[in-house]
């Protein structure tokens, strides 16, 4: 698989990302289980942003210098479009986690906690996953018009489900906790597990982490083909999905106030995933460049954000 990411740009990307979770879980402890005011998350989020744009900025400079302008500037908006569309998906995370906090009443206190463990594991379970894929698409060319489809397909059933909340008691992955680990119904601090006459049970705050990362990943199956409708290159696209993710936790404590006020904003993420599926469909007849794509998806999410603040949800009849 050809890939612009040398050891260096690895290595570098690897300390910059150990370097801000240390911090960001350094202050967080420094913190102490606290409920996030929406001024903490706004700050915070413009700061995860910032780190990503600083990076692109970085990664634009140094292949300039060594590849040429033509590269850099390829490379670079490559980077920003997949960070705006794992961004943009990421928003449905973010409605699903607050079902998730509401369903298993988890105390303000403790969800840092959980988004902070949740992330990291999806963070690991997405980089897994992104080398699987671009492994494939390196050897099957095919293998771009299977993902073209799902996609395709993931934005109608998207469309179609919109604003319908999702059944977590039947969920497969909570129902063989329930069946097969030793669970207890109180919340414990921040214990993800106690042991009670020499035997071990697991609290809820594991529960909700687990679910966190299972559901990101389940996501990411969603988000990971549409990157690589941009770009092959595992470097761009792990990197991109990353500095997307690390911002989720910030993010979440931003919008989850604000999660009726964008309620067509579904809509939106099912064009953003039909469309991206059509480009890769096409993609031997007709390639659309990367600027394009960048523009119509950014119109798309501001469009339907607009929409939602100028249209209020209707209010279902008792």
Same mark, same amino acid.
């Given at each position: 698989m050809q890939t612009i990411g040398s050891p260096l740009l690895w290595g570098?990307?690897?300390? *910059?990302? $150990?370097?801000?979770?240390?911090?960001?879980?350094? *202050?967080?402890?420094?913190?102490?289980?606290?409920?996030?005011?929406?001024?903490?998350?706004?700050?915070?989020?413009?700061?995860?942003?910032?780190?990503?744009?600083?990076?692109? %900025?970085?990664?634009?400079?140094?292949?300039?210098?060594?590849?040429?302008? !033509?590269?850099?500037?390829?490379?670079?908006?490559?980077? +920003? /479009?997949?960070?705006?569309? !794992?961004?943009?998906? %990421?928003?449905?995370? #973010?409605? =699903?986690?607050? /079902?998730?906090?509401?369903?298993?009443?988890?105390?303000?206190?403790?969800?840092?906690?959980? +988004?902070? #463990?949740?992330?990291?594991?999806? #963070?690991? *379970?997405?980089? $897994?996953?992104?080398? $699987?894929?671009?492994?494939?698409?390196?050897?099957?060319?095919?293998?771009?018009? =299977?993902?073209?489809?799902?996609?395709?397909?993931?934005? #109608?059933?998207?469309?179609?489900?919109?604003?319908?909340?999702?059944? +977590?008691?039947?969920?497969?992955?909570?129902?063989?906790?329930?069946?097969h680990l030793p669970l207890i119904q109180r919340y414990q601090g921040n214990a993800l597990t106690v042991v009670r006459q020499g035997r071990r049970f697991y609290t809820p705050l594991f529960v909700v982490i687990v679910m966190i990362a299972i559901t990101d990943v389940i996501f990411a199956v969603d988000s990971i083909p549409a990157i690589f409708a941009i770009t092959a290159d595992p470097f761009i696209v792990l990197t991109s999905n990353v500095f997307a993710v690390l911002g989720l936790r910030a993010m979440f404590f931003l919008l989850a106030g604000m999660a009726d006020r964008f309620h067509l904003l579904p809509y939106g993420l099912a064009l953003v995933l039909a469309f991206i599926g059509t480009k890769m469909l096409i993609v031997d007849v007709f390639k659309i460049p990367v600027l394009v794509s960048l523009g119509v998806v950014a119109a798309i999410l501001a469009a339907t954000m607009l929409l939602s603040l100028a249209l209020p949800p209707r209010e279902d009849a008792d």
């Open positions: 570098m990307f690897a300390v *910059l990302v $150990i370097v801000a979770l240390k911090l960001d879980l350094v *202050l967080m402890r420094h913190g102490g289980p606290h409920k996030v005011s929406v001024r903490e998350a706004a700050w915070w989020s413009l700061g995860w942003v910032v780190l990503a744009l600083l990076f692109n %900025a970085g990664l634009w400079a140094y292949l300039h210098a060594t590849a040429g302008a !033509e590269v850099a500037g390829r490379v670079g908006l490559e980077f +920003l /479009t997949g960070y705006l569309v !794992e961004k943009s998906l %990421a928003v449905d995370n #973010i409605f =699903v986690f607050l /079902t998730l906090f509401t369903y298993f009443a988890v105390p303000e206190e403790q969800r840092q906690r959980a +988004l902070v #463990i949740g992330v990291l594991g999806a #963070i690991v *379970l997405r980089a $897994i996953m992104i080398f $699987i894929g671009a492994a494939l698409l390196a050897r099957f060319h095919w293998m771009l018009y =299977v993902f073209g489809i799902f996609l395709l397909v993931t934005g #109608i059933k998207m469309w179609i489900a919109a604003g319908q909340e999702p059944d +977590l008691a039947r969920n497969p992955v909570l129902r063989w906790m329930r069946g």
